[in-house]
């Protein structure tokens, strides 16, 4: 059974920068691509970045320049968040597909509150 454990949302001040890492247990036959989502309350899930096999990122618009997704492992991901802004504010969840499964893995969450 595969299992993401996200760690290091917290509370942080406008500016400041956290840093966001998921560890992935279990077997996962595939592993594609690897990414990070967000949902603030009242709002859907939306892709924050994007780490394929072969190393690419893709970000959303509103994190370029701001946030850097990374790894060093194929079971794990990072996301070094910096210049943080309230509407950053948001539950980051993190995911793996997993080609051979034909299915996505989602961590339970981790809490990123931004105050002004």
């Known amino acids: 059974q595969v299992q993401l454990v996200e760690s290091g949302g917290g509370l942080v001040q406008a500016g400041g920068s956290l840093r966001l890492s998921c560890g992935a247990s279990?077997?996962?036959?595939?592993?594609?691509?690897r990414g990070w989502y967000r949902q603030a309350p009242g709002k859907q899930r939306d892709l924050v970045a994007i780490i394929t096999p072969g190393g690419s990122e893709k970000y959303a618009d509103s994190v370029k320049g701001r946030f850097t997704i990374s790894t060093d492992n194929p079971k794990k991901v990072y996301l070094q968040m910096n210049s943080l802004k309230p509407e950053d504010t948001a539950t980051y969840y993190c995911a793996f597909s997993d080609l051979s499964a034909h299915t996505i893995y989602w961590g339970q969450g981790t809490q990123v509150t931004v105050s002004s």
């Open positions: 279990g077997t996962i036959f595939s592993i594609n691509d």
